[in-house]
């Protein structure tokens, strides 16, 4: 099977020297590629530089991504192309529109109108004690999936921070049914620490249980490779 994998986490630039950044390391992702490419598959990672890859492998080819807008350039042709999307990497939900100080916002008659400009400095002063930053929300890129190949077995991803089993489950398989996918593997960030990365494996009526990163990738190769 050809399997496509995103991994890492993207970066929105605010200016040439700072960015808004997703903290994920790529280590699942890894740890995914590394099971379908011990197994004979051809695998597809699209990660970022800073991101943990597997070694070398003549079955994996790593594209590098920056941001949700070249993550959707790169993405789309793949997807077409693929039989398995697995997409765990963190997507920032926004990108920045414009960067300016309080007394521009102050002055300004209608805030709105701030979101028409953009910051033309490669570097944005900081002699300011305070900047405000206009965000906007990018792409779902999840949803994008099933437009792109409605045949694609899709694997997402959810993370909601301190809630119930039940809610948890509740917004991931909202999630499934939204995106059409396959299964949705559920967390929550208060229990991932080191090591230990408690998740589950969802489909609209299962759940599988997993600890920890390599649990988690068994669970994803076995489940998309027995699926009946």
């Not at 530089?49 to 070398?56: L, Q």
């Not at 792109?148 to 909601?160: E, S, Y």
Request: charged fraction near 25%; proline fraction near 3%.
């Amino acid at each position: 099977m050809k399997i496509l994998i995103t991994s890492g986490g993207t970066t929105e630039k605010i200016d040439s020297v700072r960015g808004i950044t997703n903290h994920a390391t790529g280590s699942l992702g890894k740890y995914i590629a590394e099971i379908f490419l011990e197994n004979g598959h051809e695998v597809t990672l699209v990660t970022t530089k800073e991101a943990i890859k597997p070694e070398n492998h003549p079955n994996l080819t790593v594209c590098l991504i920056t941001n949700v807008e070249s993550l959707i350039s790169i993405l789309e042709p793949l997807v077409k192309t693929s039989d398995v999307f697995i997409h765990s990497m963190a997507v920032s939900d926004y990108t920045p529109v414009y960067m300016t100080d309080l007394h521009e916002v102050e002055q300004a008659e209608h805030v709105s109108d701030l979101l028409k400009r953009q910051n033309t400095e490669s570097k944005i002063s900081s002699k300011e004690d305070y900047q405000v930053l206009f965000l906007k929300k990018t792409p779902k890129v999840i949803s994008l999936v099933k437009l792109w190949n409605p045949d694609i077995t899709l694997i997402g991803f959810k993370m909601l921070v301190n809630v119930s089993k039940e809610e948890l489950f509740a917004v991931a398989r909202d999630s499934l049914r939204k995106n059409k996918a396959r299964y949705i593997v559920a967390n929550d960030l208060t229990e991932i620490n080191g090591n230990q990365h408690h998740a589950y494996l969802l489909d609209a009526e299962h759940s599988y249980e997993a600890n920890d990163k390599k649990e988690i990738a068994n669970l994803i190769y076995e489940r998309v490779v027995n699926y009946d």
